[in-house]
């Protein structure tokens, strides 16, 4: 896979909801917000419904795709619940993702090995609705290897570790860590699963990811709703785009 090839950004508007729920009203609109976001260039939005509702709400989602031209990406978990809210919302795609209602974020991939004969009847089911099928997982070949034989089309790998290493300031970690994404994306793509990646991913850390031929995708969204409190939303995400265009032409890493 040649290394010029275009990369996507997926923006994630969660935390924009976050702001909005803190006073109860109904400003900031993160549809607003996804509108935004597209105009700056974005190339999909991602929204997570969580179970108790903490940020994006069932009107969100329904909102969102109505109202955007853009892919939507409905990241939940795998429930009975979310899996009839996906099929009615009927989104571009599905991101599967373990949840635990304590955590602040998401903690960690999907143990897709562990849990082969739940979930790969509950991807069936999306994909017969036409719902492209994301699992979020972690950078290991028997995760990758589980997500392909479930029958997902496409995983998204978990940088958390790769972020902590580089918020740590730690070389040797930080060298390991990124070798297991080029690994993982690199086996996934040999299996036929397109590669997204995401979680942690910052304007200091996102080209080393970025320039990994493999990855076609990265959803970002705490950073830049973040980012977006000094220098505007459009500007936060301008600014990534380059960043990860600059890492997929100029040959880095």
Not at 24 to 32: L, S
Not at 80 to 108: F, S, W, Y
């Amino acid at each position: 896979m040649s290394a010029n090839k275009p990369i996507r950004l997926g923006v994630n508007i969660d935390h924009v909801a976050t702001i909005r729920n803190a006073r109860g009203g109904p400003h900031p609109d993160p549809v607003r917000a996804a509108h935004l976001v597209a105009s700056a260039g974005a190339d999909g939005i991602t929204a997570h419904l969580r179970e108790d509702r903490r940020h994006i709400r069932d009107d969100d989602m329904r909102r969102l795709k109505a109202e955007i031209g853009l892919p939507l990406n409905f990241e939940m978990a795998a429930t009975a619940e979310m899996l009839q809210l996906c099929i009615d919302v009927a989104p571009h795609a599905c991101c599967l993702v373990p949840e635990n209602r304590n955590e602040r974020t998401t903690e960690g991939g999907l143990n897709v090995a562990g849990q082969h004969h739940y979930l790969a009847p509950f991807i069936r089911e999306l994909s017969e609705a036409n719902i492209r099928v994301s699992l979020f997982v972690d950078p290991e070949a028997e995760q990758i290897e589980a997500a392909k034989g479930a029958g997902a089309s496409v995983i998204e790998i978990h940088t958390g570790a790769y972020y902590e290493a580089t918020a740590a300031t730690e070389p040797a970690l930080y060298k390991a860590e990124l070798e297991k994404i080029r690994s993982a994306a690199t086996l996934a793509d040999k299996l036929g699963l397109e590669v997204h990646a995401g979680h942690g991913l910052t304007f200091l850390n996102v080209q080393p990811v970025a320039a990994i031929p493999e990855i076609v995708e990265l959803n970002i969204g705490h950073f830049l709703v973040g980012e977006a409190v000094f220098m505007g939303l459009a500007g936060s995400v301008k600014e990534m785009r380059r960043l990860m265009q600059d890492a997929r032409t100029g040959g880095l890493y």
